[in-house]
């Protein structure tokens, strides 16, 4: 994953008395923050005061949570470190769901929360709350500063934190008295991590054995993970692949390192992944992790998963080798360089058996859908998404079919292309994250692909859209489900389906009345124009797909199956 910048230069140095607030506006920008999101209250007043006149673009969300998954989104589709900020007690806590996301999908994140007055703290003020105790277990890093001689340093380190390594969220939780105490600033900040190391260019004799594995196996697959992207290492692992020739294989979050029109990608794999994938990876004879965590939604049954491979391991962390799947070959580092150098000592080998016999999976078993049905297929409507923006936008999601559909069926191209709540699978990222998004890169396509229960539980967000006249779409795939528990309910509870159907609004009308476009499409003849339409927009548009109701997600992967017991293949074949 990636490694750690160098350390950030230091203030200019000059004595100057400040506040707190003031110190903290100062460090954002010379960390080169241009845009935070967030929401105000009593605590942070001091610190908002002081951003009122800051060169800072500041978004305001309708809730602290939807910031939250902005400056997540923010982060992912630059490459730079998200910014929010919140009051103490309810604000703070309203990031807890975000932070997590941003944790387990290691996203590099900066929050910092106001808090009461520090001789309150532990008296029950009003709006308390153990912001860093609540907090400690979804963040990297976190701690109150009660000294604001420590403030300007803490804020550094924050930042520094946040985005080496693996990067993650990190919570800076600052008492109210702290803002507005003065300090005088003298002298250059320096940080102070002693136990902070990161290795980055890993081990070189493990790096040639890794090489030596690769030459010498006839069925190698390169499993690659949302590490890829975070060491901006897409290009070298394309390098890669092509000097050796390996098929590749990615995790959702993965998706977009590797472009997926090309011959060698095996699309995703996992639970909802490729017949083809899954059947690679468990008869190839060597697997090449990179970046990835080996997830319990891609290993299926662990001790069944890859058993004829010997496992190779690339990852920045340490803590990751071997935690969930033994490794033979670990390496730790730096994916840009180790994948660099793995590259310069690898050689090319045809395997034309190999990759004959993954062509036939593919024939097999390609991603379908019935295309003669009446109503509106999700997948049609993805489909066209991707057939009319030619497979360049970037693609936001909410969790459930909508997000697995979104990875099926929009073949993507390009790093940061997909964002989508991996890990913690959030309901209700989608709209927001398009946000972040679109804000991140203003002259890009954003589309939010969502559920319509996941769109529901963050829809206000659309006013802030509106607000500040961002362009993003909003695809709703509505069958009037919680979709993804009503086919398990359907497949494994006997279509009880018990509390997983809820009266939905009318999204079209609600969009307009938030000041949206909104438009309905319920006929399978309007979906090529309804599409373009949408895209047509220059304002947040929702359109309202009135998809199939039973509509399932196959393949699937059972829980406590292998990864090559997949359920719906016969459905599939059928479609052929």
């Not at 900020?85 to 990031?95: D, F, H, K, M, Q």
């Not at 060491?231 to 590797?258: D, F």
């Not at 936008?393 to 997000?403: D, E, F, L, R, Y």
Request: glycine share 10%.
């Amino acid at each position: 994953m990636k490694s750690p910048s160098a350390a950030p230069a230091d203030s200019a140095g000059q004595s100057a008395v400040k506040t707190g607030a003031q110190i903290i506006v100062d460090e954002l920008i010379a960390q080169g923050v241009d845009t935070m999101f967030g929401y105000t209250g009593g605590v942070v007043l001091p610190l908002f005061d002081r951003l009122y006149d800051a060169p800072i673009n500041f978004i305001v969300p309708r809730h602290e949570q939807g910031g939250c998954h902005m400056a997540d989104a923010y982060a992912r589709a630059s490459g730079k470190v998200g910014v929010v900020v919140a009051t103490s007690g309810p604000g703070a806590c309203n990031l807890v769901t975000g932070l997590a996301n941003a944790m387990m999908d290691s996203v590099p994140l900066v929050a910092l929360t106001g808090q009461v007055r520090t001789e309150l703290i532990g008296n029950d003020a009003f709006q308390e709350a153990d912001t860093t105790g609540i907090t400690r277990p979804v963040t990297k890093y976190n701690c109150i500063v009660k000294d604001v001689r420590d403030l300007a340093r803490t804020i550094r380190e924050a930042f520094y934190i946040a985005s080496t390594g693996r990067p993650g969220p990190v919570l800076i939780d600052v008492p109210v008295d702290v803002a507005v105490t003065g300090h005088t600033v003298e002298g250059p900040v320096k940080m102070s991590l002693p136990g902070y190391r990161i290795r980055t260019k890993g081990h070189a004799r493990q790096i040639s054995t890794a090489a030596r594995a690769i030459n010498k196996s006839d069925r190698p697959v390169l499993y690659v993970g949302g590490g890829v992207i975070a060491a901006n290492a897409s290009e070298e692992l394309r390098a890669l692949a092509e000097t050796a020739h390996l098929p590749v294989t990615m995790t959702l979050l993965g998706l977009g390192s590797y472009d997926q029109t090309r011959a060698e990608s095996l699309d995703m794999l996992g639970m909802h992944g490729s017949a083809y994938a899954n059947y690679a990876v468990q008869e190839c004879d060597l697997l090449i992790a990179v970046g990835a965590r080996f997830d319990d939604r891609v290993t299926g049954k662990v001790t069944t998963f890859a058993p004829n491979a010997r496992i190779v391991h690339i990852d920045i962390d340490p803590a990751s080798i071997s935690k969930n799947v033994g490794v033979d070959i670990p390496v730790v580092g730096d994916a840009k360089i180790i994948l660099t150098e793995l590259a310069k000592q690898t050689e090319y080998r045809q395997r034309k058996e190999w990759f004959d016999k993954i062509a036939e999976w593919k024939e097999k078993f390609p991603f379908r859908y019935e295309q003669k049905s009446p109503g509106i297929k999700p997948q049609y409507v993805i489909s066209e998404i991707w057939r009319q923006t030619a497979g360049d936008a970037i693609i936001t999601t909410g969790v459930g079919q909508n997000q697995m559909w979104a990875a099926q069926f929009y073949k993507f191209n390009r790093p940061r292309q997909l964002i989508s709540s991996g890990g913690l699978g959030t309901m209700g990222f989608g709209l927001p994250a398009a946000i972040g998004a679109q804000i991140a890169r203003p002259d890009e396509m954003v589309i939010d692909i969502d559920g319509d229960h996941s769109f529901n539980m963050t829809m206000t967000e659309l006013a802030t859209a509106v607000e500040h006249k961002l362009p993003i779409k909003v695809c709703i795939l509505n069958n009037g489900y919680m979709g993804m528990v009503r086919q398990w309910q359907e497949l494994f509870y006997g279509k009880r389906y018990s509390k997983s159907y809820l009266k939905n609004p009318d999204y079209a009308v609600l969009a307009r009345a938030l000041g949206a476009v909104g438009l309905t499409v319920d006929k399978k003849e309007d979906v090529s124009k309804g599409v373009e339409k949408m895209l047509a927009e220059k304002k947040p548009c929702v359109v309202d797909f009135r998809i199939d109701r039973e509509e399932n997600v196959w393949p699937m992967v059972p829980a406590g199956k292998s990864i090559s017991e997949m359920d719906g293949l016969d459905i599939l074949e059928s479609m052929g």
